[in-house]
């Protein structure tokens, strides 16, 4: 059983910048590809990057694409989400993702590719 725990969201204006972090409680997260999903009020939740087990290969949604990076630290257990340029359709609670699975195709756009997810924390951006 792997539990996640996001924090380092909250309330910031246009164009500033957020770093979520990710940390599994009690074991490595070297095994697992992770994902950043958000859902908005009212929305379906959304894929907004992945990363695969080793940190060599990353996947982004068009909407973020440019503005965030994820970065693994496997030996600190933890999982980075930097976002800058943010904007206010950012807004929504952003959940991370593991799975023990090797990404193929499109794999990491899919929440059932997913085992184990965090409690979300939110990211409010206002104009």
């Known amino acids: 059983q792997v539990q996640l725990v996001e924090s380092g969201g909250g309330l910031v204006q246009a164009g500033d910048s957020l770093r979520l972090s990710c940390a599994a409680s009690?074991?490595?997260?070297?095994?697992?590809?992770m994902g950043w999903f958000r859902q908005a009020p009212g929305k379906e939740r959304e894929f907004v990057v992945a990363?695969?087990?080793?940190?060599?290969?990353?996947y982004y949604a068009d909407s973020v694409k440019g503005r965030v990076t994820i970065s693994r630290d496997n030996a600190k257990t933890t999982v980075y989400l930097q976002m800058n340029s943010l904007k206010p359709e950012d807004t929504a609670v952003y959940y991370c993702?593991?799975?023990?699975?090797?990404?193929?195709?499109?794999?990491?756009?899919?929440?059932?590719?997913?085992?184990?997810w965090g409690q979300g924390t939110q990211v409010t951006v206002s104009s």
């Open positions: 990363i695969n087990q080793s940190g060599s290969s990353t």
């Open positions: 993702a593991a799975t023990r699975l090797y990404m193929s195709g499109n794999s990491y756009l899919r929440t059932y590719t997913y085992n184990y």
């Open positions: 009690g074991r490595t997260l070297s095994g697992y590809a």
